[in-house]
């Protein structure tokens, strides 16, 4: 592979190294953005599509590098982090944009030699070069045809790039699995003034000023790729030209400002997809196909047996809702005596019955004869996680262990283990699969999480789920117990997964952690503001509470909202925050 980051990012060998420009402007109807429309060809995925000028990084556009006014090599590889070879990227998008539709961000050198030896300093140059039009179409044919290079242009033209107005946009890369696959990176500038854009004919068919709302309009019938779409939506946020510039501009200027974005190919409901790092199956795709074969599954399906590793399997069950997500994920670990099932769901008898299945169609001995059910553990007493265990167990003959809840209330009250699991005891599958149970006491007192030693994966029931906060409901739910149960986790386990009750597998699982408890302060916070806000005069009822607590959650929710809300009041009284008094609370000290 090609070393083209200072420090994570490689290009990889299928990838072709590319860069495009956003050019911008002011219109009546907002900030517009060119675009060009694709020609038609056989057998490529862009044929047809509507993008901003760009293409790949021609060898010698490092000869321009004498030839141009802006940054130098040093300060353009700083700003996309390579150790070299950045100034090409941005003498790239500028030539390219000049083939596809014939708009060139330059300067006269000679007006730049008479300022310089006017004034001794690099000015200003407000105006875009402009030779004839026919000397300047020759050379962009000659470009367009290879005879010549950008370098070459700039000394028959008598003029400089002028890059000073690019601002580092975004990087992406192809996904794997696809035929062509390229790296590169996006620049946006703010469009040569006096200069008319006009499509090549060849890679471009026609261009199109467009603000970025009409552009990702349906109705528009333009084809977009992913990256295409996303960079469409970072820009609709934008008023004007300047305020989008200079937005990028501070991002890109940040230590985290600009990271490589790679989707990835999965299949969906209606055929294959393109699924977004931001997207809740990307981890687990990029886990189970690196080589992007595009067959993973981007939607949890009811009943669907998904092999997570050779040792980890999971069906969702059929229970999809508000405070499920998806369904209940049930976990089976193989170990020398058979399966080991962890949180058999709800009742259920579909989901009994692909248990069932799955398990019936294994094999764990040359003979052939299907793999058992050992043993059933279950993570917390909740009528979507245990209340399976019962029907499974009267099927299988296998036992069921897990912890009582100390407040039986709304729990699975047929929930009767042969065993109470304790903190820190190992489950030993075989010679290589050993689960450890972890008590994580808070969203429910007898709440476990197991941890599969050997693929440092967690099974955390709903102690984290993905993409959204569980409830605390008290009493049984603790919002004391639960940080801290969380603070012990980031701090005590060398983990890279997390197994969720409901969701894809996660990783980063330290950053989710930790994530998780910033939020719970930053809510506990909101609590402290609005009760000093609302309590000057008399204690504060949970119902205004809520409004001001929650105000970022949908009205339908505020009723299992208020439950957490009770849970973060009672840990500020339990820190001495906050009084419970006359009905209402109140901030000490407010």
Not at 241 to 260: E, F, I, K, N, Q
Not at 318 to 326: S, V
Not at 474 to 493: I, K, N, R, T
Request: aromatic letters at 4%; glycine letters at 10%.
């Amino acid at each position: 592979m090609t070393i083209d980051a200072i420090s994570d990012h490689l290009t990889p060998d299928d990838a072709r190294r590319a860069a495009s420009l956003l050019l911008l402007r002011d219109s009546e109807r907002g900030l517009e953005v060119l675009m060009l429309q694709r020609a038609d060809r056989d057998g490529d995925m862009r044929s047809g599509v509507a993008v901003f000028p760009g293409g790949v990084l021609d060898p010698r556009d490092s000869d321009a590098q004498p030839h141009c006014l802006g940054p130098d090599d040093a300060q353009a590889s700083a700003t996309l982090r390579l150790p070299r070879g950045g100034l090409d990227y941005l003498v790239a998008a500028v030539r390219e944009t000049f083939e596809e539709v014939g708009l060139l961000l330059a300067a006269d050198a000679n007006v730049l030699a008479d300022v310089h030896a006017a004034a001794g300093v690099a000015a200003e140059v407000a105006a875009a070069a402009a030779p004839d039009p026919q000397t300047l179409s020759e050379w962009r044919r000659r470009l367009q045809e290879g005879s010549a290079g950008i370098a070459d242009a700039c000394a028959g033209l008598g003029l400089q790039l002028d890059l000073r107005g690019l601002v580092y946009f975004s990087h992406w890369l192809t996904p794997p699995g696809l035929p062509k696959r390229f790296d590169t990176r996006f620049f946006a500038a703010a469009a040569p003034p006096g200069q008319i854009a006009e499509a090549d004919g060849a890679e471009a068919l026609h261009t199109m000023w467009v603000t970025p709302a009409a552009a990702l309009d349906r109705s528009s019938g333009l084809k977009l790729l992913p990256v295409t779409r996303e960079t469409l939506t970072d820009l609709g946020r934008y008023a004007d030209t300047d305020s989008a510039l200079a937005a990028v501009r501070t991002r890109a200027a940040m230590p985290d400002g600009v990271v490589l974005t790679m989707p990835r190919r999965a299949t969906g409901a209606r055929g294959p997809r393109v699924v977004l790092p931001h997207e809740l199956p990307y981890a687990e795709i990029g886990r189970l196909d690196p080589d992007g074969h595009g067959e993973i599954a981007a939607d949890l399906v009811a009943g669907r047996a998904v092999r997570l590793s050779s040792r980890i399997v999971r069906v969702t069950a059929p229970n999809p809702g508000p405070m499920t997500g998806p369904g209940t994920n049930t976990y089976l670990v193989r170990g020398d005596a058979g399966w080991t099932v962890i949180d058999p769901g709800p009742v259920s008898d579909p989901h009994l019955q692909a248990l069932l299945a799955f398990v019936g169609g294994e094999s764990t001995h040359p003979g052939g004869s299907s793999a058992p059910i050992s043993q059933i553990l279950v993570t917390h007493t909740h009528r979507d996680h245990s209340p399976g265990a019962a029907a499974l167990a009267a099927v299988t003959g296998a036992p069921v262990y897990g912890r009582r809840a100390t407040h039986p209330q709304w729990q699975d009250d047929s929930f009767a283990p042969a065993r109470e699991l304790q903190h820190g005891e190992r489950l030993r599958l075989s010679a290589d699969t050993t689960l450890r149970v972890l008590h994580t006491p808070g969203h429910a007192s007898n709440h476990l999480c197991f941890l599969l030693q050997e693929e440092r994966t967690l099974i955390t029931g709903d102690h984290v789920m993905q993409g959204s906060t569980v409830v605390i409901n008290p009493p049984d739910g603790d919002m004391v117990a639960y940080l801290q149960s969380l603070h012990e986790l980031d701090q005590s386990l060398e983990i890279e997964w997390l197994a969720p009750g409901h969701g894809f597998l996660v990783d980063r699982p330290h950053r989710v952690l930790r994530g998780l408890i910033a939020h719970r302060l930053r809510r506990e916070a909101k609590v402290l503001t609005a009760l000093r806000k609302l309590g000057s005069a008399a204690p504060v009822e949970v119902g205004p509470l809520l409004v001001q607590v929650y105000d970022d959650v949908a009205p339908a929710l505020h009723p299992v909202a208020e439950r957490s809300l009770l849970a973060h009041l009672l840990k500020l009284q339990h820190d001495g925050a906050v009084v419970q008094t006359g009905g209402g609370w109140r901030a000490t000290g407010a």
